[in-house]
């Protein structure tokens, strides 16, 4: 039925911007017409400013268990250092084969782990408990005295370990709206950048100073330490952690709880309390039969291999010419830019509601380092490619938001969607892992080659993806212009 006149011609005074800066019919606004049970609509504007910064104080101690979870991953890189190889005997490829023993326990725990989060709805317990595992398990790595023993402590450790990031991507889409993930995603995976940038120092620091200490060689302190750290975070954490939205009430009004709620709805035009879902299994069968789940999974897959220079940023700083600690101290400043790069970018991309070009024009930047580190081996060219190889992780964090607004719900089904799609790109890492053979060095020219081809893979099937989203937006507006209903739920593309 079409719209009379009078509906149609809204009033310039009923008109305003949102904080995008489009325009909006104020007394249509769902969001608005509800806004009385808040005291109005400025009165709400308060509740929700004070509500996202009790929400971001708790929700920053992930940042912390990010760069632990990063470090206790990627300690055996430095325990190698001194002596980890030669006291557990090991021979050919098997601390290789330590390395990558990780990411097979790390693939198979990510989806039957956020199922069961999202089935017990307790993160502030599943968590913290993960965490103390895995760190009990970093500990335990230092007493190994054989490869049979580091190789089982290992596979734990990522089958313990796979809870986390996941975990963490899904309690973010439980809380923040689809246009205030970017930020919250990108903030968060600043802990693996500022792992990247700090993390081998840490690692030097306890290698030079406790070797010999208790009759105990330096790298086995390198995990007593770590781990014990990662324990002890794991327990303040367990008080700090909020639950899911509908078990977290004993730090929020019951106003800021409606409110919550409200958020979400208002945002996808469901809460995800609200959402009806049949089966225990039926997240995992709805996220399983959509073909976006894996096509944003290969998109990503690639992604990761383009990014897999990140386990040999040392190897390519040193590729310089300078010392093992001029190396290190080479490697801090193009991964502090990087988080510079992706905090404006994940903003930017909030702010104007707007993915794939924020993913794009990071990885085309990234493919000009590549294209810099093979066409010359000048100092300061080289030096010039590490800072654009290192922000293109900007489009690996912007990515990341994109899946959690693309499958926005039924939770059940993003809580799949985001651990097939994550467990599914560590292939990338394991394939990356033999991207950089020593022989290809010092120029690493086919492992560039490698790297720009994946790159350029995955923007593509970023554009297919955008293309996809945007008809269907058309399709939903038709639809609303046909039945009469105003402006409602939008892909963000």
């Excluded at 300078?322 to 490697?331: F, I, K």
């Excluded at 988080?339 to 794009?360: G, K, L, P, Q």
Aim: some cysteine.
């Amino acid at each position: 039925m079409p719209s009379t006149p009078s509906i149609e011609k809204t009033s310039d005074a009923a008109l305003e911007r949102d904080h995008h800066g489009h325009p909006h019919d104020v007394e249509a606004d769902p969001q608005h017409l509800g806004d009385e049970e808040f005291g109005g609509h400025e009165a709400r504007k308060k509740l929700e400013k004070k509500l996202l910064r009790k929400l971001d104080a708790r929700m920053s101690i992930l940042i912390v268990i990010y760069i632990l979870n990063y470090i206790d991953r990627n300690n055996a890189s430095a325990a190698r250092l001194r002596g980890f190889e030669d006291d557990l005997n090991l021979k050919g490829q098997e601390f290789n084969t330590l390395l990558s023993i990780l990411y097979v326990g790390y693939i198979i725990m990510q989806i039957p782990s956020n199922m069961f989060l999202n089935y017990i709805g307790k993160p502030s317990i599943y968590l913290p408990i993960c965490m103390i595992i895995w760190g009990m398990i970093s500990i335990l790595t230092g007493i190994t005295h054989n490869f049979v023993g580091a190789l089982l402590t290992r596979f734990f450790l990522g089958f313990v370990e796979a809870a986390f990031f996941p975990g963490a991507l899904f309690l973010l889409s439980k809380w923040y709206k689809r246009s205030e993930l970017g930020v919250r995603t990108a903030v968060l995976s600043c802990g693996n950048l500022i792992s990247n940038a700090f993390g081998s120092l840490v690692a030097s620091g306890i290698l030079n100073g406790m070797d010999g200490k208790l009759g105990h060689a330096a790298w086995r302190w390198l995990f007593y330490i770590e781990g014990a750290l990662t324990m002890l975070v794991a327990i303040i954490a367990i008080y700090v952690l909020p639950d899911f939205p509908a078990t977290s009430h004993t730090w929020l009004s019951p106003e800021e709880v409606r409110l919550v709620q409200k958020r979400m709805e208002e945002d996808v035009g469901v809460g995800d309390e609200e959402q009806a879902e049949s089966g225990r299994f039926a997240g995992l069968t709805m996220a399983l039969t959509d073909w976006k789940v894996y096509w944003l999974a290969l998109a990503l897959t690639s992604l990761v291999v383009s990014l897999s220079f990140n386990a040999f940023f040392p190897t390519l700083s040193a590729t310089m010419g300078y010392n093992s600690t001029v190396t290190l101290l080479l490697c801090a400043p193009p991964w502090a830019f990087a988080t510079i790069v992706a905090f404006c970018m994940c903003r930017h991309s909030d702010y104007t509601r707007e993915r794939f070009w924020h993913i794009a024009v990071p990885l085309f930047f990234g493919i000009v380092g590549f294209v810099i580190a093979i066409s010359t081996m000048n100092l300061a060219a080289r030096y010039i490619s590490l800072f654009l190889m290192a922000q293109s992780y900007a489009g690996f964090i912007i990515f990341l938001a994109w899946v959690s607004n693309s499958i926005a719900r039924p939770p059940s089904k993003r809580a799949v969607a985001l651990a097939f799609i994550n467990a599914f790109s560590q292939l990338g890492n394991i394939a990356g892992s033999y991207v950089w053979p020593k022989p290809w060095g010092p120029t690493y020219a086919h492992s560039y080659a490698i790297c720009i081809s994946t790159n350029g893979f995955c923007i593509v099937m970023c554009y297919i993806f955008k293309r996809h989203l945007e008809k269907l937006n058309r399709d939903l507006e038709r639809k609303e212009q046909e039945e009469g209903r105003p402006a409602g739920f939008r892909y963000i593309s």
